[in-house]
């Protein structure tokens, strides 16, 4: 299978820790790449390969893979992180991408 | 400085065509893998097609036979043909850049999209 499923939606109290998960056989060959959605604006990577954050992501973003699971974890979760955060994979034939269900991230 | 924008998007009535294009600065777009993305309203992002930097073509199930991918590395664009376009092609397209293998392909820079409305 080619689908990516993530929790709709999660929440996390300002400078706490919030750990979004992707799950998907494809992870257990490629690993997810992350991108921050923000209403109005393009998508943003924020973690790629395993634990890669793009120059001038916060290092309080991280990544990691087990098995059919892909993480991305905020620590000290801040007010401009609320946002929708994608996975994204390649399927088995590892030439059409898919992304993930989607979640949504609140900061209360 | 790395920039993509994208163009080409509007109001088209079902089974009409349209060419968005995605003029992009800062780097070769033949060098590099390219991606089309949309998002749908109130959806989730959905990944279109690629094409390789060696011009090798790939598309989602949904768009298949329908949308085609190409660029002119002349004018360092991107385009997206889209025929017979449907209700459910509405949606915000963006374009994006492949970083390639040593970033396993991640998409490291983005346009800001081009809303495509298909309605009558």
């Known amino acids: 299978s080619s689908e990516l499923t993530q929790d709709p939606a999660v929440s996390v109290a300002l400078g706490q820790t919030v750990r979004i998960t992707c799950q998907g056989d494809t992870l257990r060959s490629y690993f997810a790449s992350w991108y921050q959605l923000k209403p109005g604006q393009a998508p943003v990577l924020v973690m790629y390969g395993e634990n890669k954050r793009p120059s001038g992501i916060a290092d309080r973003f991280s990544g990691s893979t087990s098995g059919n699971t892909a993480s991305l974890t905020i620590t000290g979760a801040q007010a401009e992180d609320e946002a929708d955060y994608y996975c994204n994979s390649r399927d088995s034939s590892g030439n059409v991408y898919v992304f993930g269900t989607g979640t949504k991230v609140t900061v209360l | 400085e790395v920039q993509l924008v994208e163009s080409g998007g509007g109001l088209i009535q079902p089974g009409g065509s349209l060419r968005l294009s995605c003029a992009a600065s800062?780097?070769?777009?033949?060098?590099?893998?390219m991606h089309w993305v949309r998002q749908a309203p109130g959806k989730g992002l959905e990944w279109v097609s690629v094409?390789?930097?060696?011009?090798?073509?790939y598309y989602a199930d949904s768009v298949k036979g329908r949308f085609t991918i190409s660029r002119d590395n002349s004018k360092n664009t991107l385009y997206l043909q889209m025929n017979s376009l449907r209700a459910e092609d509405t949606a915000v397209y963006y374009c994006?850049?492949?970083?390639?293998?040593?970033?396993?392909?991640?998409?490291?820079?983005w346009g800001q999209g081009t809303l495509v409305t298909v309605s009558s």
């Open positions: 994006a850049r492949d970083c390639g293998g040593d970033c396993y392909h991640a998409s490291d820079y």
């Open positions: 094409i390789s930097a060696g011009g090798v073509t």
């Open positions: 800062g780097f070769t777009v033949r060098s590099y893998y």
